[in-house]
């Protein structure tokens, strides 16, 4: 049984204007880069430029301004992969309430670190949000109010504004709409409000692979888009996506980290792998049809860490990015004249590793492993192919 019910358009409409003047109106603008790798025109809603960085702010506000003078007393417990909990953290702050957070004990460090800055206390338990929200039920204390993350109606309400403002930034060409969905509250809340307001856009959600549950599919693993790595999914947001979503796609961890590369690159924007799942999807063709479609980038927070690990593994897929090993004979002159070979075809240097020692190696071999910058796949084959008509065995590593 459901525990809440769906809020209605008044409720959303009432939620926006508790948010005036606490939740930005991000903005909505279209994409040439992305439009002409997807094929269709693509706009973008930038609420990874959200206060707290994420959409969070606009649900976990509005449950917080609801508590009463007595529920404000005892103060609120949420459980969160990271961005609710830092959401509820900065609402309690701002009106004067205590708030402890459950996270996951691999949430990222960037989320856990800005939710204690916002004065939270906070528990970390178990993998992933489902343990989080377990330990958190079982923590939670007479009085206390347990603020979910998206099985509540005015969570969900607060969820929908977003809905309301898309319905007024969204251009006329626009048809389809692509959600990330985790819990399902986004898009519960959105399309609540869209497909009363502009019932001829359709939703598309995203999900990772690696936990898709909407898509029916059993949990297989971890996935960088933290924030949408819900296994058990709400009951009410399940109920309410049944007849509201277009369709459910998936995109792996490598199409993600491909997504957040361009986005940075391209877009200038700095989103986590559950903000850049909507720009995987579109730019992976797994959203059907070829009119203008809009990608929400959900959130902004990941860690400085995890962006360096994804920036390289994207630069690496898309051949930017070439780490190669070879041996020559142990001679002087030899090291410089691979990196000549190199230099001839254009290509970056960004790390040289000398091995002669604790390998299998001929006593009078040398290993050499280069890191290098490239321009694309093409220019790789290029390199590749001089260096083996110069006579180097070369493997390719990944
Ligand atoms: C950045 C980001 N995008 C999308 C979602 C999915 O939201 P929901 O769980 O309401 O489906 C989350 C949830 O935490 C999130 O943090």
């Keep these: 049984m459901a525990t809440a019910t769906a809020p209605t358009l008044a409720e959303i409409q009432e939620a926006r204007e508790r948010l005036d003047g606490v939740a930005r109106a991000t903005p909505v603008y279209p994409s040439e880069t992305l439009g002409r790798l997807s094929g269709r025109p693509v706009w973008l809603k930038a609420e990874n430029l959200q206060r707290t960085g994420s959409f969070k702010i606009r ?31 900065w609402a309690a702050r701002e009106a004067g309430v205590r708030a402890t957070v459950f996270m996951p004990e691999d949430a990222p460090t960037a989320k856990i670190e800005a939710t204690r800055s916002y004065g939270a206390e906070v528990v970390l338990a178990g993998h992933g949000f489902d343990d989080a929200v377990a330990a958190a039920r079982e923590r939670v204390e007479a009085g206390e109010t347990f603020v979910h993350a998206f099985e509540d109606t005015v969570v969900l309400a607060g969820q ?5 403002e898309l319905a007024e930034q969204l251009v006329p060409e626009i048809e389809t709409l692509v959600v990330p969905i985790g819990g399902g509250g986004l898009a519960a809340g959105i399309a609540l409000a869209l497909k009363e307001l502009r019932p001829e856009i359709g939703i598309v959600g995203v999900q990772a692979a690696a936990c898709a549950p909407f898509a029916g599919r059993a949990p297989a693993g971890n996935t960088i888009a933290d924030g949408i790595a819900v296994k058990t999914p709400g009951e009410l947001t399940r109920a309410l996506l049944a007849d509201r979503l277009d369709d459910v796609v998936t995109v792996t961890d490598a199409e ?3 997504a957040i590369l361009l986005v940075s690159e391209r877009c200038k924007l700095t989103v986590e792998g559950a903000g850049a799942a909507s720009v995987a999807a579109l730019l ?18 990941i860690d400085a860490s995890s962006l360096i690990e994804v920036l390289r593994h994207g630069l690496t897929r898309a051949g930017r990015y070439l780490v190669i090993r070879t041996r020559v004979d142990d001679r002087p002159g030899n090291l410089a004249l691979l ?3 190199v230099a001839e075809e254009r290509a970056n240097v960004l ?5 002669r020692e ?22 790789c084959a290029e390199l590749l192919a001089r260096l083996d008509d110069e006579g180097y065995s070369v493997e390719r590593l990944q």
């Design 256 to 258: 993600i980290a491909g």
């Design 351 to 355: 790390e040289v590793d000398h091995h």
């Design 284 to 301: 992976a063709g797994k959203v059907e049809g070829s009119g203008a479609a809009c990608a929400l980038l959900s959130g902004g927070n």
């Design 59 to 89: 649900g976990a506000y509005n449950r917080i301004s609801h508590l009463t003078d007595t529920e404000r007393g005892a103060g609120v417990v949420t459980a969160s992969a990271g961005n609710h909990g830092q959401a509820v953290a």
């Design 339 to 341: 990196l000549a070979r």
């Design 358 to 379: 604790g390998m299998d190696l001929p006593v009078t071999g040398t290993e050499i492993e280069l890191t290098l910058a490239m321009r694309d796949e093409e220019h």
């Design 160 to 164: 929908g504004t977003l809905g309301l």
